[in-house]
């Protein structure tokens, strides 16, 4: 819209027509202070905070539901305002309690802030307070009903945000109420929701507290870490509010209030409670090594040496393809980098591999390098029209499906949606296709102009709406594999401006497969054969397609496989291995619980896990985002520093695995922070060794020259990483040669309430899990 | 049924129909049932508007606000339906007066309703009543199902080409509904709180469409300024405030009751001639003159003319002529607290200001009742009600806040006086009292 032109305080200010002032002021430098509002949400003018003075206006005005006009002359600190607020603020004291001291809001409360800035110095208020005690509404979230300043954020955001309605009003003036909606009249005040914690999130006040949070702290006692949620595809960034503990470093809180990066300022249940499987008594902090048929904690140095004995001697006795790695979804970029360099260059095999949850090998091949065909998270909250073709984002991508309401409440998205189940999502869609679970192949091939083929009369209309629509967004989850794949990239490819993303289940599964966690490709997707790593890795890499991660188990149960070094994964359980297979295979974990895999092992060495070490990563859209150490627990290791020290355990030269005399000196942040412990430990390594102490080989930081270097689409903006932005990679270049391949994805088949091996260890997601195991037998009992 | 009181000096126009039985459609036809409406169709809708404009006829709901010109407002064409909503939520204390027009004409709300519809172009009108009139809801939806029966609702209303449809609907028991938007929320289904403004009714209002909302009483004056011609009806009142008045007289008078008078009406002859004076020869000590939201106006300043100007200008408002009037026995520190309590059961708890405010001046008048108030208190009470003023969502806090202020500031030596003679209670007694 036309700018129009108008005073505030005196400044001459423009904005686009329709801005509210609020905002428009916000803009300028100048804020006006409000509870009820809060931007992306319906307007209520409740609080009567924002009251301004408006020429011509008999009245004060609210900023928060005027536009701006042109000539509108306004005024928002005289007197009459400052008193207008300050009866506002002392009208609100009357019946809040005055309990800062204990509660959890104190220090980032909005009506404290409010207090300080307009309040009166003494209180008026001799009155009895209205009192009433404290409830628990769910697993996660207790309502204290005094401190409530009824500002209905936790309504809207439930409601229009969420689109759950969990949360309504009760009673009227002063007995007004926030309470759960429940079916009859009658029922207990609980939460039928989906446990995200927004409510939370957006009160103003301390009155809705989170049961991990509660009581625990204060906001300045803590340290607050921006990194990136380690749970789904989606990677959300999350500002983790951390303290010490007994162990090393707790994580208490998660949240993106700052609205910084790419999930404005959405958490779902697991990124904003799950992450206590950190602190879980289960927890390995020692090394094992298997002595007698049992295994037994041993220190580090005994641990490692156990372990590269094995690998080497695997390796040097039956060649490096006697040798098998398993890599994770959730370590770093940079870790993943290193683990197939490992792996090529010390180890000398490309049998290497992880847990695909979907096909980025054929998308990256269909797209063939084509640019700005690959569409960046923040593209579900701007894209005119959107189809999603398979998938639930509401339980296994929450940010996508949080950024696909949005869309539709500000901009009128049209959202298409092709599906075998019903999913939540079709209440913001404009058409619904109802496919079988098989026909998702037949769908693709349809779309690019295959005959309608058992698809139903409807498919027809369907393909011509999306036909019309400029620069669609097309996502797509893992049902659609192989020829499916090729046959939508290339229906998006018919398409003016359409781009296209792939979802996949871990924080980081994107980083496997781009960073070459794969037997025939090196990192960029770049061919094993192709000579452009040579020059860097040297001869020990092999030029021959090497096992993927089911040949491998085949070949170990054939008893070929010698050695296997498996890192954060847990394949035995996830791919029904029978434990019988591995029995003639030297087997070393890197994990951070005794999971199925690692009971299994010769070695076991505990790791940290994302929360607790620095790096990138990259989510199922392609963008990179930096990972920060915000917790830690001692008797932990990360994944990066495990590989430099079992490298150099076997023998290797170091600095060519890690080239940390040649690289930056930013350790991005924490890797070495004073309050991780780690500088000392770093210190001692490097002395012994004779090494420069500036930069250590286990800082991360010291491959991202040449990830940059060498991966194809990763030469992305070091600043930008640096700075805490996310930025959109650019697929990788078209290759020649890809050998014909067979399936391998297996969907982690994750919902909202599981996060993989990881959430079976997370205290409050199996709470959550239960509670509304609980709330669904109920409801199948009716 | 209540008893009817007359007076010479009333001017029978809304209420001329009120104990003959009107109800019964075949009686409502006999005295010039619907003629208005006929007239109406024959005439079209800017007619309709010239002659509202023309009529005077302001709201009765208490703002006031001229009935042709809201009309007006209303755009032609509209891709939403246009509605017609009447108003019954009466309930401000003090006044009942709608409520003798649903019991004894609903008729003319009827015909109201449809002269309205066909002035703006709506084709449904719904009849809100409030939720307390349950037991009118019976009367009101016979008479429509008979207009219906004569072709006077539903298609080609009266053989015309128009259609028109009539709904009614009661409330659930909510001052705050009386509010327009808070109405149409209600009447949509939803808690009844109001909406931001702008967007107003008449652009976009029930279920987005534009809505006129009328008082009930306006909407049943609409028949008889039609018929009798707008320039005869705007003669009847005084300068810009055209037509009669339904005045509720309550409190300490001798003959209580709803008297249809001229707008301009002498406040003072309303007590002491047409209501009889106050029993026992007692001495006036103030009057209410608009309902309980308005600001009293003490013994001395009742000689004043009964319309919206004059009372404005005497620093009060005319409202919803709910006259209530109080004699040297009345304490007006109960009087305040009575009041106050009502406003604070009846707040609705949108917005700040008047949800905290009325709580608190209720608390503070509770126990400055009960002997356990001090000077400063008074002081308080008019700082905390001046706050509210202006500031809140609704006029629900100026109607709470407006007559507080007045009762401290004209009734200030009785407020401290009370502390003399109120003897202080215990403190565990004022705890039960707050918190009962």
């Known amino acids: ?782 | 049924m209540p008893t009817l009181v007359s007076h010479p000096d009333e001017v029978r126009v809304v209420s001329r129909r009120f104990g003959k039985g009107a109800a019964d459609i075949e009686k409502y036809l006999e005295m010039d049932g619907y003629q208005s409406a006929r007239k109406a169709i024959e005439n079209g809708s800017e007619w309709i508007i010239t002659e509202m404009k023309a009529s005077g006829l302001r709201g009765r709901g208490g703002a006031g606000f001229p009935t042709g010109l809201k009309w007006s407002f209303v755009p032609k064409q509209s891709a939403k339906p246009k509605y017609v909503l009447v108003n019954g939520d009466e309930s401000e204390p003090g006044t009942c007066k709608d409520h003798l027009i649903f019991l004894h004409d609903p008729h003319a709300i009827i015909e109201g309703t449809i002269i309205a519809g066909l002035a703006i172009g709506a084709k449904t009108g719904f009849i809100y009543l409030r939720g307390e009139y349950r037991y009118l809801l019976e009367i009101m939806e016979k008479a429509i199902a008979d207009a219906y029966a004569k072709g006077f609702l539903g298609k080609g209303i009266f053989g015309s080409q128009f259609d028109f449809d009539v709904i009614s609907q009661t409330g659930a028991g909510a001052y705050e509904v009386g509010e327009e938007s808070a109405l149409m929320e209600s009447l949509e289904g939803k808690r009844g709180v109001p909406r931001i403004k702008p967007p107003f009714p008449a652009v976009v209002g029930l279920y987005g469409g534009p809505t006129v909302i009328n008082n009930a009483e306006t909407i049943a004056s609409v028949p008889h300024a039609l018929l009798m011609g707008a320039v005869e009806y705007a003669k009847i009142g005084s300068e810009r405030n055209g037509g009669t008045r339904l005045f509720s007289l309550s409190g300490h008078v001798e003959r209580p009751g709803v008297y249809e008078l001229p707008m301009g009406y002498s406040l003072k002859r309303m007590i002491y001639e047409v209501a009889g004076g106050i029993p026992g020869g007692k001495q006036l000590k103030g009057v209410v003159p608009g309902g309980s939201s308005t600001p009293i106006l003490k013994a001395s300043e009742i000689d004043i003319g009964m319309d919206f100007d004059q009372c404005a200008k005497a620093g009060t408002m005319l409202g919803s002529a709910g006259v209530v009037v109080l004699d040297e026995t009345v304490s007006i520190v109960q009087f305040a607290l009575r009041t106050i309590k009502f406003y604070a059961h009846e707040s609705c708890g949108w917005c700040i200001p008047c949800r905290e405010g009325t709580d608190w001046l209720q608390k503070t008048l509770t126990r400055y009742h009960a002997g356990g108030g001090n000077l400063k208190d008074i002081d308080n009470i008019r700082y905390l009600a001046e706050n509210m003023m202006g500031r809140t969502f609704c006029p629900l806090g100026d109607a709470a806040a407006m007559p507080m202020i007045a009762f401290v500031t004209k009734f200030r030596q009785e407020f401290e006086d009370y502390l003399k003679t109120a003897p202080p209670k215990a403190k565990s007694d004022l705890v039960e009292l707050v918190t009962a």
């Open chain 1, 1 to 782: 819209m036309a700018d129009v032109s108008f005073t505030v305080d005196g400044k001459q200010l423009k904005a686009p027509a329709g801005t509210l002032l609020i905002e428009a002021c916000k803009k300028a430098g100048i804020e006006i202070p409000a509870f009820c509002y809060y931007p992306g949400l319906s307007l209520q003018a409740a609080c009567r905070m924002c009251v301004v003075r408006i020429e011509k206006m008999p009245k004060l005005q609210t900023a928060c539901t005027t536009p701006v006009t042109e000539g509108m002359v306004v005024l928002t600190e005289t007197e009459e305002i400052k008193q207008a607020r300050k009866a506002t603020v002392e009208l609100l004291l009357g019946n809040h309690p005055l309990d800062c001291p204990v509660c959890d809001a104190g220090g980032e409360c909005e009506l404290q802030d409010m207090t300080f800035k307009y309040g009166a110095p003494e209180s008026k208020y001799i009155e009895i307070k209205a009192h009433r005690e404290e409830q628990q509404w769910s697993p996660v979230v207790y309502f204290d009903r005094p401190r409530c300043i009824l500002c209905y954020r936790c309504i809207r955001m439930c409601g229009e945000g969420m689109d759950v309605w969990a949360l309504g009003i009760q009673n009227r003036g002063v007995g007004a109420v926030i309470a759960p909606n429940v079916q009859e009249q009658g029922q207990p005040d609980r939460l039928d929701c989906e446990e995200c914690g927004m409510c939370i999130d957006a009160c103003p006040v301390g009155a809705l507290t989170s049961d991990t949070y509660r009581y625990k702290t204060r906001p300045w006692e803590m340290n607050h870490v921006a990194t990136v949620c380690t749970h789904c595809g989606d990677g959300c960034k999350t500002t983790l509010g951390v303290r010490r503990s007994g162990t090393g470093m707790e994580i208490v809180r998660g949240d993106n209030r700052d609205r910084s990066g790419i999930n404005d300022d959405f958490l779902c249940v697991k990124g904003r409670y799950a992450f206590d499987f950190a602190n879980n008594e289960q927890r390995l902090t020692q090394p094992l090594v298997r002595m007698g048929g049992k295994l037994i904690a041993v220190t580090w140095e005994q641990a490692l040496e156990a372990a590269a004995n094995g690998l080497k001697q695997a390796r040097d006795t039956h060649g490096g393809a006697s040798v098998g790695v398993i890599g994770s979804n959730r370590t770093t970029n940079e870790e993943n980098y290193l683990l197939q360099k490992f792996a090529r260059t010390v180890l000398g095999t490309n049998n290497i591999d992880h847990h695909r949850t979907a096909d980025y090998v054929r998308f990256v091949r269909a797209l063939g390098g084509e640019k700005d065909r690959t569409a960046s998270l923040r593209d579900a909250q701007k894209a005119p029209a959107i189809l999603l073709v398979g998938g639930d984002p509401t339980e296994q991508h929450p940010m996508l499906a949080w950024a696909l309401r949005t869309n539709t409440r500000h901009n009128r998205t049209r959202i298409y949606i092709a599906n075998h189940r019903q999913i939540k999502l079709e209440r913001q869609a404009k058409t619904t296709l109802h496919i079988r679970e098989e026909q998702y192949g037949t769908l693709a091939s349809f779309l690019g102009g295959a005959s309608e083929a058992g698809l139903g009369e409807q498919a027809n209309s369907f393909r011509e709406s999306l036909r019309g629509e400029a620069n669609l967004l097309i996502v797509f989850g893992s049902e659609v594999r192989a020829a499916g794949i090729d046959a939508l990239v290339a229906f998006a490819k018919s398409l003016p401006g359409a781009k296209l993303a792939l979802t996949s289940d871990y924080v980081n599964s994107r980083g496997a497969a781009d960073m070459g966690l794969l037997p025939d490709l090196l990192p960029g997707y770049v061919p094993v054969t192709s000579e452009t790593y040579r020059e860097d890795y040297g001869d020990r890499l092999p030029a021959t397609t090497g096992l993927d991660l089911v040949a491998m188990f085949d070949a170990a149960a054939r008893g070929d496989l010698k050695a296997l070094y498996v890192v954060g994964s847990n394949p035995v359980q996830r791919f029904g291995v029978d434990a019988a297979t591995l029995k003639n295979t030297f087997v070393v974990v890197q994990d951070m619980f005794l999971t199925e895999t690692a009971m299994l092992a010769d070695v076991v060495l505990p790791a940290a896990n994302l929360y607790e070490k620095a790096g990138t990563v990259t989510n199922s859209y392609g963008d990179l985002q930096t990972v920060k150490k915000a917790g830690d627990v001692s008797g932990v290791r990360t994944d990066f520093e495990l590989i430099v020290r079992l490298a150099d355990h076997m023998g290797a030269e170091v600095r060519k695995l890690v080239p940390f005399g040649n690289g930056t000196r930013a350790d991005m942040g924490q890797s070495r922070g004073a309050q991780s412990g780690e500088a000392d430990r770093h210190a001692v390594w490097l002395t012994a060794h004779d090494l420069e102490p500036k930069l250590s080989p286990f800082d991360p930081t010291a491959t991202l020259d040449e990830i940059q270097r060498l991966v194809p689409g990763y030469n992305y903006s070091r600043f930008d990483l640096l700075a805490g932005n996310d930025q959109h990679l650019d697929v990788a270049p078209a290759t020649a040669g890809t050998t014909s391949r067979r399936d391998l994805v297996l969907p982690s088949g994750d919902t909202l309430f599981t996060s993989g091996t990881l959430g079976q260890y997370s205290p409050k997601l199996v709470e959550v899990q239960a509670a509304h195991a609980v709330d669904d037998a109920e409801v199948a009992a009716d």
